[in-house]
């Protein structure tokens, strides 16, 4: 069974940074595009970004460009997430999430989307 877990969340003062991991097992990211996705408290869950498979093509939303990146590390199997200029309204639980491709027109659509992780606080003071 497909599982990812999700690392390196906290509580952070706006302006800092942070770096999530998502670490795949039993199956390589190599294969899959990877997802991120946040939900904060009383909102619908939001894709933010992607890492396309073969290419590593990356996708991002429009308020996290520029200061999220998506990066993986094929030998430890894991996808990062920099956090960098954090805002208090980057408060949220983020997900990562396995597909068998993403673009710039599906990434954020959940549906596409085949598995999660459990999810990481980030918690973003003013």
């Known amino acids: 069974q497909v599982q990812l877990v999700e690392s390196g969340g906290g509580f952070v003062q706006a302006g800092g940074s942070l770096r999530l991991s998502c670490s795949a097992s039993?199956?390589?990211?190599?294969?899959?595009?990877i997802g991120w996705f946040r939900q904060a408290p009383g909102k619908e869950r939001e894709g933010i970004s992607c890492?396309?498979?073969?290419?590593?093509?990356?996708f991002y939303k429009d308020s996290v460009k520029g200061r999220f990146t998506i990066s993986r590390d094929i030998a430890k199997n894991t996808v990062y997430l920099q956090m960098n200029n954090l805002k208090p309204e980057d408060t949220a639980v983020y997900y990562c999430?396995?597909?068998?491709?993403?673009?710039?027109?599906?990434?954020?659509?959940?549906?596409?989307?085949?598995?999660w992780g459990q999810g990481i606080q980030v918690t973003v003071s003013s």
């Open positions: 039993r199956f390589s990211l190599e294969l899959y595009a």
């Open positions: 999430a396995v597909s068998g491709y993403c673009d710039s027109g599906t990434y954020h659509h959940q549906g596409i989307y085949l598995a």
């Open positions: 890492i396309t498979n073969t290419e590593g093509l990356l």
